[in-house]
């Protein structure tokens, strides 16, 4: 199946982007999101062929808009909400929650 | 859902509900972070190419089974994929990338930096890999093949760069300090002593 992932050859990308003495995680966040995504491989709740599939079916603006870590978190989402783990409407609820406790930054 | 407020905030939500459920305990994520973030990392490969260097019995196992050699050396698969090292000579030079995302040998050389992951080396590493490696610096002489090799989940890729001239004298840590993650993915070649 190809799609936005299948970057293989595509033209216009433009220079390669590096940077030096890169961290492992440039943010806190981007730890957890792997974090969490091995905690539903780990347990069973979905596996990485699953995993992966997921992250190709995310949108293609919007896949190429969030960063790397936001697509892990994003399919993870989107296998726990398909394995009735962590359903989207109690993802949301609790982002809610959570957005008013920290004073409604998102 | 773009910014990082709001993503950390999806990931903290997400966190909270794992908890919640029992599906996940806090120092098992702490414990799964501490792996990736220090354990984990080209280290571990720059010790295998090393050995390779030094030691030929072990290079030719590393290059007839990897995932074994490596493990020989206590580098254990993250995710139960299968290991192979492709060696770099004057006249072959290999470059290794993930078209598709961002399958990398973890167990050898940790996770992945942004570029290797990044839409332009994905996309030209495929169909102008010459040209990338002139942008990393590294000029390949026309006679030399380039070898390009997309991973995949189950299959990762680890280039053995060549060994420096020069450095028949250098005991194992100073030879360690000229192995470079790039040059074990191929983009640029080992340090020079």
Known sequence: ?106 | MTSDNNVELRVRALESLLLEKGLVEAPAIDEIIDLFENRLGPQNGGKVVVRAWTDPAFKARLLANATEAIVEMGYDAVQGEDMVVVENTPEIHNVVVCTLCSCFPWATLGLPPVWYKSAPYRARAASDPRGVLVEFGTEISDEAQVRVWDSNAELRYMVLPERPAGTGAMNEDELLALVTRDSMIGVTRAQNP
Do not use: C
Request: a negative charge; aromatic letters at 10%; hydrophobic letters at 40%.
């Open chain 1, 1 to 106: 199946m190809n799609g936005i992932h299948d970057m293989g050859g595509v033209h216009g990308y433009g220079p390669i982007d590096r940077e030096e003495d890169e961290p492992v995680f440039h943010h806190a966040w981007e730890g957890k999101a792997l974090a969490l995504a091995r905690v539903g491989l780990a347990g069973g709740h979905f596996n990485l062929d699953e995993f992966r599939h997921a992250m190709e079916r995310i949108a293609p603006v919007q896949y190429l808009s969030i960063s790397y870590y936001e697509r892990w978190l994003e399919g993870t989402l989107m296998m726990l909400d398909a394995k009735g783990v962590v359903s989207a409407e109690e993802f949301q609820t609790r982002l809610d929650e959570l957005s008013k406790s920290s004073g409604g930054g998102a």
